[in-house]
């Protein structure tokens, strides 16, 4: 039997990992049914387009950087399970919110005053929830696994998170955007059902004060996690390569829409391939290393990604365009001469990306104490979150400048060449701690 199979048959993991699973899944086919709707069914211009989805990015990430150290510091300072329960039942409260929001669009009825700011407060508030959520599915794997199992449950719920977003996606794409309401509700009510079978996980250290200024323990949260070389690079390559991903991901829709000129069921399928990608390489560097955590393979798969972005962008520039007013649906965009490479090497971004990121995740919780998991995946969100708001205003200021959004994978594959470099500086840092 496999350390994963062990592990998923044990309900000191697999509870976690249901609840991790029904949330990325609700998180997902919320965002998208939102975006896929407003890009393709209210908006009509690339502009605003590629501007609505820049902001609802940004609207979803900023919770990640004003409220992570506080998520960090209740996370490493009261039990993890309660917290995880709590935010599962605010969960339910939050897509209910959001359900309105995207039934009033379906409707019409006051799109612009009323259900726009519903779903972006909706969205918002999600983000908060995986703010407080974030620290906790990392941090909770060190406290119920074994160490030689670490690396093992990293891999499982980052290929379960990108399985979870890959039919998210497809239903989202698929599905009438009333469903969809309805089912992000029931989806809350089950993963609240699911958390309430995770075993406690008490803090494991002194229970210390609580700082709730948010920019003083933001700053004293990132500061104390980077005395470890190796996690404070840890943090920044996966903040660069999420921001990779931000800028991708924003791009997708309106690029399907106006460069491809394909339905939002092609855009869908855009995301569902990446997302199986992610799954795909988040394995397959486990078995690669086989369970001793390391970046000996980060260099090299971040350099990949960006050699399979640089693909993609030369695929999209080679496509020609259908009239206009004419959007190809799945089967016409698949025959089309440049589909099949353009698909594939989209499958080649997400695989090394996901090549990349996972071992440097399994840095953060196996190179500090288990004390400050969570704290030390919080500063990541911190660090992370800014990035992805930084590329998020970038992307949108880009699009506002008018430069075309095909354009903007050159600035994707530019960071991919920031990632190897760093990733690089980690394997030496690591290499040099053996010694």
């Not at 039934?103 to 407080?132: N, Y």
């Not at 903007?408 to 701690?433: F, N």
């Amino acid at each position: 039997m496999t350390v994963s199979t062990h592990m998923l048959r044990r309900r000191r993991f697999l509870p976690l990992f249901i609840t991790q699973l029904l949330g990325a899944f609700n998180d997902n086919l919320y965002k998208t049914a939102m975006v896929l709707f407003v890009v393709y069914s209210i908006y009509n211009s690339e502009e605003a387009e590629g501007m609505f989805s820049a902001v609802a990015s940004a609207v979803f990430i900023i919770p990640f950087f004003l409220l992570s150290a506080l998520a960090g510091q209740l996370a490493d300072m009261r039990d993890k399970a309660r917290i995880i329960r709590i935010v599962k039942a605010c969960e339910i409260a939050i897509m209910g919110v959001g359900a309105v929001g995207l039934l009033l669009a379906w409707k019409g009825i006051q799109v612009q005053a009323v259900s726009i700011p519903l779903l972006m407060v909706a969205l918002f508030a999600m983000g908060v929830h995986s703010t407080f959520f974030g620290p906790i599915k990392y941090a909770i794997l060190p406290q119920h696994l074994e160490e030689h199992e670490v690396l093992a449950g990293t891999g499982l719920v980052e290929a379960g998170t990108y399985i979870a977003i890959l039919f998210g996606t497809i239903l989202a794409g698929w599905i009438p955007v009333e469903a969809a309401a309805a089912c992000v509700v029931v989806t809350a009510i089950i993963g609240y059902l699911a958390a309430r079978q995770v075993p406690e996980a008490p803090a494991q250290g002194e229970v210390e004060p609580l700082d709730y200024h948010v920019v003083r323990s933001s700053i004293a949260l990132v500061r104390n996690t980077s005395h470890d070389r190796r996690v404070f690079l840890a943090i920044m390559a996966i903040s660069f390569f999420w921001t990779i991903g931000a800028v991708l991901f924003i791009q997708f829709p309106p690029l399907v829409k106006n460069v491809l000129t394909a339905s939002k069921e092609v855009a869908s399928l855009f995301l569902v391939i990446f997302s199986i990608g992610v799954a795909i390489g988040s394995v397959s560097v486990n078995a690669l290393l086989k369970g001793t955590v390391s970046a000996r393979y980060s260099p090299v798969s971040v350099l990949m990604m960006g050699a399979f972005v640089l693909a993609f962008y030369l695929l999209c520039r080679g496509w020609t365009a259908e009239p206009v007013g004419t959007l190809l649906n799945v089967g016409e965009f698949v025959s089309h001469s440049l589909a099949i490479p353009l698909l594939l090497s989209l499958l080649g971004i997400a695989i090394a990306g996901g090549m990349f990121v996972v071992p440097l995740y399994a840095f953060l919780t196996t190179f500090v104490p288990k004390t400050q998991t969570a704290r030390t995946i919080a500063a990541n969100n911190i660090v992370n979150s800014g990035a992805m708001v930084a590329g998020s205003l970038l992307a949108a200021g880009l699009t506002a400048a008018g430069l075309d959004i095909v354009h903007h994978l050159l600035l994707s594959a530019a960071m991919c060449v920031v990632s190897a470099w760093l990733g690089l500086l980690l394997l030496r840092a690591e290499r040099a701690a053996r010694t």
